[in-house]
């Protein structure tokens, strides 16, 4: 029997045209092993709603065409289901999906669905929201929250955003609690990796692993305006965890307090949250074609 695929496509992410997405994977998909569907999303959290009706539906997995963020929608349905999550990264960053070595192009990512390997990989939940690939507050929080309004997309619009905010945004304390640990730190963001890298291939902890049952909480402190291309250089080299400037510490349960609440961002998506924060993962809760 085969088996009964969704495709739930992001029409907007990435800034790419996938119109013809359809056409194009029907070219390449196996068809004596899957019965496949196509939608598209139309307004936020879209993607949510569809997946949930597919897993209701008894569909067999479920293809998220687009970046982090329709992988966040689709994938927080799939947690501790037997539904599969596929991926045709056409995103922006395309985190998750660059660390788990599926490829951009629609032909190449296709053939990994038909391959139909599956891996079971970690997810985190920072006060109820599901994330999969990084989570921030902060800094790059901030950044989210800008490029998420900015009509231009991809790495030159996020670059873009970044360098319009950092030499105004301030720094602040935070206080941490790491499976039992107490300490504080003066930080300008904090990232919560369950992959090894934001996307673009830029690694903020690059030992970082999907499927170890831990979270890696990086600490960027502040660092001298003038030290920011020596910092790309670290994020793009896989060595960030050798700067005097980022220190990574692993655990399951995080609780973080700031001073006061704001911007925070689950796998690029922006949200506003309050002071305390608590953040847990949920080891092998999601199973990945990859």
Known sequence: MRKKLLFIINPISGGKNKRNFEQQAKLYLNHELFDAQYRFTERPNHG????????????????????????????????????????????????????????????????????????????????????????????????????????VRGPY????????????????????????????????????????????????????????????????????LYLFPKMLFHLFNKTADKSEYIEIIRGKEIYIKRAVGGDVHVDGQPILLGKDLEIKVHPKSLQVIY
């Open 48 to 151: 949510a709603e569809l997946a949930e009706e597919a897993v209701n539906g008894n569909y067999d997995a479920i293809v998220a065409v687009g970046g982090d963020g329709t992988i966040n929608e689709i994938a927080k349905a799939l947690v501790n289901t037997s539904v599969v999550l596929g991926i045709v990264p056409e995103g922006s960053g395309n985190g998750l999906a660059t660390f788990l070595e599926i490829p951009s192009g629609v032909k190449e990512a296709i053939a990994i669905l038909n391959r139909f390997q599956i891996r079971s990989i970690d997810s985190g939940v920072l006060n109820g929201h599901s994330f999969f690939n990084m989570a921030g507050i902060g800094f790059d929080a901030v950044i989210s929250n800008r490029f998420d309004k900015e009509s």
């Open 157 to 224: 619009g996020y670059m873009k955003t970044v360098f319009s905010e950092i030499t105004s945004y301030k720094s602040q304390i935070y206080d941490f609690i790491i499976d039992g640990k107490k300490f504080k730190r003066e930080a300008f963001m904090i990232s919560l990796a369950n992959s090894s890298q934001y996307g673009n291939n830029a690694h903020v902890s690059p030992k970082a692993s999907v499927s170890d049952g831990l979270l890696d909480v990086c600490i960027v402190k502040p660092f001298p």
